[in-house]
């Protein structure tokens, strides 16, 4: 049976003092002698007792807790850009919670309920690719709460946030694939009222439209990315365009569902199909060939997030007004077997 926490009552009540005066003494007031502080440290000591921050700090109008939101942690992406997070997090004195809305506008409105709930000094969200209803956060704005986006934003002029420059890995990735000899390039492209879809789609038109290649809404599939929505769409592709010879995908997932239906169609990567994704997951480096993907500063990306979390934070205890600010990350392309034809300089 687990033994009850000491408490300042405990240590009053053996001691017959005011709960106030053992109060004084843990927070070293000086107007308590010496002998008393000896006798009450001694005491806590010996029965173990140990201080409830949180409470300390809800007194104090603050939990010392910061709310994530993330669409799910499973997966190499928002599991590193977590761990960033709490790097930094802890480093300031702050306790995370972590709640996944699982893609889904629902479980988002009620993850952000809860962080309210729980009184959090601050949230970092990740939005989800079903949301379309931003309400929620505005409550948040609403209460006062400092609130950063990461990724996934909510795209209104005064929201801060730090994203990476999707565009342009997205320009990176289908330019490597045209200096590969390709033209005919399909996309896996996912839903496009999320900014960073949206974004990795255009960065795949203007490449083409820069290198002179011809735009074919014939070999552009649009899904969640899921590994079945890239089978599914891989699928469609072929049918719709059986001469593609390069397919660049937004996220890793739906193109490792591509591999396979390439495979079963006896099509070989590079050679025939050249493949190339986004965000640079652990499985990328795993497949045969491995996969060329644009990796997206995850750690980078989480502590970042909290820097400005926290940078808004002092702003609103020094009662100054917050300034939406977004922080933009570079990506890097990380060119592997899946797409290099030609062999590098």
Known sequence: MAT????????????????????????????????????????????????????????????????????????????????????IANLAGFNVMICQSNENETHEKKNIATLLNAQVDGILVSVSLTTRDFSHFEEVRRRNIPLVFFDRVMETPDASAVVLDDYQGAYQAVSHLIEQGCTRIA?????????????RYRGYQDALRAHGVAYDEAL??????????????????????????????????????????????????????????????????????????????????????VHLLLELMTQHENEEKAVGRQITLQPELLIRGSSERVPAA
């Open 4 to 87: 009850r926490r000491a408490s300042i009552s405990d240590l009053a009540k053996q001691l017959n003092l005011s709960v106030s005066t053992i109060s004084r003494v843990l927070n070293n007031h000086p107007a308590i002698s010496d002998a008393t502080k000896k006798r009450v440290w001694e005491l806590a000591k010996q029965l173990n007792y140990q201080p409830n921050h949180l409470a300390a700090a809800l007194r104090k109008g603050r939990s010392n807790t910061l709310g994530v939101v993330v669409p799910h942690i499973d997966g190499h992406f928002f599991a590193l850009v977590l761990k960033g997070i709490e790097t």
């Open 220 to 305: 552009v599939h649009f899904s969640n990315l899921s590994m079945q929505d890239g089978l599914d769409g891989m699928e469609q592709l072929l049918q719709q365009a059986p001469k593609l010879d390069a397919v660049f995908a937004a996220n890793d997932l739906s193109l490792v569902g591509a591999m396979q239906v390439l495979k079963r169609y006896g099509l070989r990567v590079p050679n025939d199909v050249a493949l190339a994704g986004f965000s640079n997951e652990l499985f990328s480096s795993l497949t045969e060939p491995k996969l060329t993907s644009v990796d997206q500063r995850c750690e980078e990306m989480g502590r970042t997030a």
């Open 187 to 199: 996309h896996l492209g996912g839903p496009q009222h999320v900014n960073i879809c949206q974004n």
